[in-house]
């Protein structure tokens, strides 16, 4: 069974800065594209930040210049480094990733979703 569980999320100033970690664990053969999500309350989950296996890099224009995504593939970790911190920025935040579950004799691939984790920003 694989599961992806985030942490890092809290409460910040506006201004401030938060690190976001999402760790996969079970039974992992590789792990492709893994990215950060948002959904604010009543709002559509929109995409955030994404690192593809090959260690492209993708941001939304709304986080572009203040976050950073990166991943320690040998931790299975994927992080959101978030900087300058906005009341708009107020969400929870989930990761997500396209995971090869198995063995090398036998696996499949399927997208995972963690539970998600509160980023709240004040003014």
């Known amino acids: 069974q694989v599961q992806l569980v985030e942490s890092g999320g809290g409460l910040v100033q506006a201004g401030g800065s938060l690190r976001l970690s999402c760790e996969a664990s079970g039974s992992i053969v590789s792990i492709a594209d893994m990215s950060w999500y948002r959904q604010a309350p009543g709002k559509e989950r929109v995409l955030v930040a994404a690192s593809g296996v090959y260690g492209s890099t993708t941001y939304a224009d709304a986080v572009k210049g203040r976050f950073a995504v990166s991943r320690d593939k040998a931790k299975n970790t994927l992080y959101l480094e978030m900087n300058n911190l906005k009341p708009e920025d107020t969400a929870v935040y989930l990761c997500?990733?396209?995971?090869?579950?198995?063995?090398?004799?036998?696996?499949?691939?399927?997208?995972?979703w963690g539970q998600g984790t509160q980023v709240t920003v004040s003014s």
């Open positions: 997500t990733a396209f995971i090869q579950e198995g063995t090398r004799a036998w696996s499949k691939w399927n997208d995972y």
